[in-house]
């Protein structure tokens, strides 16, 4: 096994790129050299990394010619349709954060503390879930787990971090084109295309990606997406509907042994968990834990994550950290 790794980042330069750059140097990743990868219009920036500075250089379809161990994709859907085989085919593994091959029957689709243990010796292409699927299921796997889960609805409050760099500039900008109506005065239920079920794709992809982390396709899911007008992170409301009888107490004990959850739950103190409590973390803050006394065996949730750190690059990251064990 080697001791240190040449990684290529694509999409170095984007909020997600920039970020697992960030993550990278944070948790001490075993890299040898560090490949910058973007757009001919990035390349020849100077980025920093580990204190260094570090020169971008322009995607091509050479680009992997190079001794690359690892990619984290971070450009887009049609970047890792075209880029990812050609990095395959020179042996590389791959993360993707894009949504291309995430319902792929031969892509594993991972977050580590969730399902980390599909990946083999032999897995070369992992897929990297939608932030808000990622926030989900650390909160649900453990329950899912414990209780069993007939149902689940998911309505989210996503951040406009979600969009990108044009999503936060739409923040302070009227005249930005990021959304079809404003953001500064809305909260939109509209995140990424409509289909013709009447779903949004976002929607669609909870669905899915959920249903594919769980290995449950009888599992009943609804969801809806909604844009709402912060900075950073994400919340969700998810209503869950369990298997076997549980209180609350029971969930809060489970929630409290999960990996990387934070249980913040305390009406009488008006403790909550808040986008600030995320914000800028890794940890996903859950709360309001209670049961819906409209349907048996049902609890409602409140969650909160950081959808540009855990929801994107650190998972990418840690799932980086699989292939090097």
Not at 38 to 66: C, M, P, R, Y
Not at 227 to 237: G, N, Q, T
Request: glycine residues 6%; contains cysteine.
């Amino acid at each position: 096994m080697k001791t240190s790794y040449n990684v290529a980042v694509v999409g170095a330069t984007g909020m997600v790129g920039q970020k697992i750059i960030d993550v990278l140097a944070e948790r001490n990743f075993p890299i040898n050299k560090l490949y910058p990868l973007a757009s001919k219009n990035s390349a020849g920036k100077q980025i920093i990394f580990a204190g260094q500075n570090v020169k971008v250089l322009e995607l091509t379809e050479h680009s992997f010619d190079k001794n690359i161990d690892i990619a984290l994709f971070a450009a887009g859907s049609r970047v890792s349709e075209h880029y990812i085989p050609i990095a395959l085919e020179h042996g590389v593994k791959v993360v993707d954060n894009s949504s291309f091959y995430r319902m792929d029957d031969q892509v594993p689709l991972i977050i580590p503390e969730v399902n980390g243990d599909l990946l083999t010796e032999q897995t070369q292409l992992v897929a990297n879930p939608n932030c808000s699927t990622i926030q989900s299921l650390m909160v649900i796997k453990p329950l899912y787990d414990a209780f069993g889960v007939k149902r689940i609805i998911y309505n989210t409050y996503q951040s406009t971090s979600g969009s990108g760099v044009k999503g936060v500039k739409a923040l302070k900008e009227e005249s930005s084109k990021a959304y079809p109506y404003s953001i500064q005065t809305n909260t939109l239920p509209h995140i990424d295309d409509f289909l013709d079920n009447g779903y949004t794709k976002e929607e669609m992809k909870m669905i899915n990606e959920s249903k594919k982390l769980l290995d449950d396709q009888d599992l009943k899911i609804t969801a809806t997406a909604v844009r709402v007008p912060i900075k950073s992170s994400h919340a969700l409301s998810i209503n869950i509907e369990l298997n076997n009888d549980a209180n609350s107490d029971d969930l809060q004990q489970r929630l409290n042994q999960a990996p990387g959850v934070i249980v913040k739950d305390d009406p009488k103190a008006e403790l909550y968990p808040l986008q600030d409590d995320s914000s800028g973390t890794d940890d996903i803050f859950v709360g309001r834990i209670r049961k819906d006394y409209s349907q048996p065996k049902t609890f409602n949730l409140w969650c909160t994550g950081d959808n540009i750190r855990k929801g994107a690059a650190t998972n990418t990251v840690q799932i980086a950290e699989l292939f090097t064990k």
